[in-house]
Antibody, heavy 120, light 107 residues
Framework: EVQLVESGGGLVQPGGSLRLSCAAS????????MSWVRQAPGKGLEWVSVIYSGGSTYYADSVMGRFTISRDNSKNTLYLQMNSLRAEDTAVYYC??????????????WGQGTMVTVSS | DIQMTQSPSSLSASVGDRVTITCRASQSISSYLNWYQQKPGKAPNLLIY???SLQSGVPSRFSGSGSGTDFTLTISSLQPEDFATYYC?????????FGQGTKLEIK
């Protein structure tokens, strides 16, 4: 079964750090584009970051320089290292597979989400 | 950055109604437009990709159209399970922005 399972969320103080993990099954993370998308409480979806199969990475301006997306091919796992966290980073964080090619460019597989709360 | 604007922000409708949600991009995105459905406490679910292609497993009452800057999602006959929030998303260029969402409620 194709599946993504996030972990690592929790409560952290402003200025703190957290690393989110997203374990994939049923497909290979390194062969796909993978992204993080977040949703603040009661708000809409916000794209955060992408890592392409070739290794290139891109970030939303709101997290540039503070967040780092990466993957561990041996563990078939995607990560999001979040540093210098702010209250406005409070959100449910979803990992998602970005399927691309043949006219198809969309997030077709999503994890269940992990909650990050930044508060003192 | 490309801004995505959905209308309306909320919509009340009845089972069996035909509803249309609109999404406008701040610049041309060709057909790089996707639609997602999200229910409370759940992850989004892909409905339509490339503006008009139905994702596998999605009921045929959902359809999408448009190109360039103006797009629509249509539900031909609302079912009880369709009451949810719908988001458009452009996949033309990073940042891959989403619309603000349209909440579809039962009348």
């Amino acid at each position: 079964e194709v599946q993504l399972v996030e972990s690592g969320g929790g409560l952290v103080q402003p200025g703190g750090s957290l690393r989110l993990s997203c374990a994939a099954s049923g497909f290979t993370v390194s062969s796909n584009y993978m992204s993080w998308v977040r949703q603040a409480p009661g708000k809409g979806l916000e794209w955060v970051s992408v890592i392409y199969s070739g290794g290139s990475t891109y970030y939303a301006d709101s997290v540039m320089g503070r967040f780092t997306i990466s993957r561990d091919n041996s563990k078939n796992t995607l990560y999001l290292q979040m540093n210098s966290l702010r209250a406005e980073d409070t959100a449910v964080y979803y990992c998602a597979r970005w399927s691309a090619g043949g006219g198809y460019d969309a997030f077709d597989i999503w994890g269940q989400g992990t909650m990050v709360t930044v508060s003192s | 950055d490309i801004q995505m604007t959905q209308s309306p922000s909320s919509l009340s409708a009845s089972v069996g109604d035909r509803v249309t949600i609109t999404c406008r991009a701040s610049q041309s995105i060709s057909s790089y437009l996707n639609w997602y459905q999200q229910k409370p406490g759940k992850a989004p679910n892909l409905l339509i990709y490339a503006a008009s292609s139905l994702q596998s497993g999605v009921p045929s009452r959902f359809s999408g159209s448009g190109s360039g800057t103006d797009f629509t999602l249509t539900i031909s006959s609302l079912q009880p399970e369709d009451f949810a929030t719908y988001y458009c998303q452009q996949s033309a260029i990073t940042p891959y922005s989403f619309g603000q969402g349209t909440k579809l409620e039962i009348k």
